[in-house]
């Protein structure tokens, strides 16, 4: 039905290059990589294969065919492995453009991942009046996951994973935001980095806990204002992607559908993260045979 998605990549991977103390034993050269590299671009796969070849794989095999990757100021490493071409990048079914995300002045860091979301459409008014996917790069969505937004008939959309099903340490689990919805299951709320007591609250009222991983799919013209207006989180100083959804959902009531999905969702964050990642790829994606074409 729509065929787009956007990839959130510009961020400066601050928390894997924090995570490069520690003493964790992996090769040289992938901790090169965490070193030098976006770290969705870090070669977890097969040959070396990066990150995000396995979820442009999983886009492409959904039926996703324009992805816009939004890209740091500077990181060269996204545009050296698909292609330099500012739109057009031709990928085994794939159309790869970028949009760069600056770090303003003054800034040692981007604004934030509605900032990022912002960048990318507005590098693509050609798809106003259209629908979307719009997810993180550091996360690996299935299939599933990303057909769900593909096909929903609802203006706008994301998943809602069952807590219980994520593979991550309680404490990593406990920071993940948090997402309210009504009796129809149209989301009423997302509540980033929640108290204990918030966690048992919704697990007291909706029986199980669900979790925004940041894969949403929306309309263009309604997220596009609450991108632009979405005020600077008072702690993090960020401009976050699901504050701009829930200003939008508080003025467009039942606009958000919230799908249940219940199965993990890969993440490479920290330097720990990339032998999980690993052995993750090697059971899951034993045939994998998205070779890259010649731009």
């Not at 697990?203 to 600077?232: A, H, Q, T, W």
């Not at 039942?254 to 249940?260: E, F, G, R």
Request: aromatic share 8%; with cysteine.
């Amino acid at each position: 039905m729509n065929g787009r998605l956007v990839i959130l990549a510009g961020g400066i991977s601050s928390r894997m290059k924090k995570s490069l103390s520690a003493s964790v034993e992996i090769e040289r050269e992938l901790r090169e990589d965490a070193e030098h590299k976006t770290k969705t671009m870090i070669g977890v796969g097969e040959n070396h294969r990066p990150f995000l070849d396995y979820l442009l794989f999983n886009g492409r095999e959904t039926g996703y065919e324009d992805v816009v990757i939004v890209v740091g100021e500077g990181d060269e490493s996204i545009r050296n492995h698909y292609g330099n071409k500012e739109q057009g990048n031709l990928l085994n079914g794939l159309s790869i453009s970028y949009a760069v995300q600056k770090i303003p002045e003054g800034r040692t860091k981007p604004l934030g991942t509605a900032d990022a979301l912002l960048c990318g459409l507005r590098f693509r008014d050609d798809w106003r009046g259209g629908k979307f996917t719009v997810c993180n790069s550091d996360n690996l969505y299935s299939k599933r996951a990303l057909k769900l937004m593909l096909d929903s008939p609802y203006p706008n959309a994301l998943v809602d994973y069952d807590r219980s099903a994520l593979k991550f340490e309680q404490s990593r689990i406990g920071k993940f935001a948090v997402t309210k919805k009504d009796k129809e299951n149209f989301l009423l709320d997302i509540i980033e980095k929640p108290s204990p007591e918030q966690i048992e609250n919704v697990r007291c009222k909706y029986g199980k806990v669900g979790v925004s991983m940041n894969i949403f799919g929306l309309d263009y013209d309604m997220i596009l204002p609450y991108l632009e207006r979405v005020p600077l989180h008072p702690v993090r100083q960020e401009k976050e992607l699901p504050a701009a959804v829930i200003m939008m959902v508080k003025d467009f009531p039942n606009s958000c559908y919230a799908y249940p999905l219940s199965e993990h969702v890969p993440d490479l964050t920290q330097l720990n993260d990339i032998a999980i990642v690993r052995d993750y790829l090697n059971e899951e994606f034993q045939d994998f045979s998205f070779t890259r074409s010649k731009v």
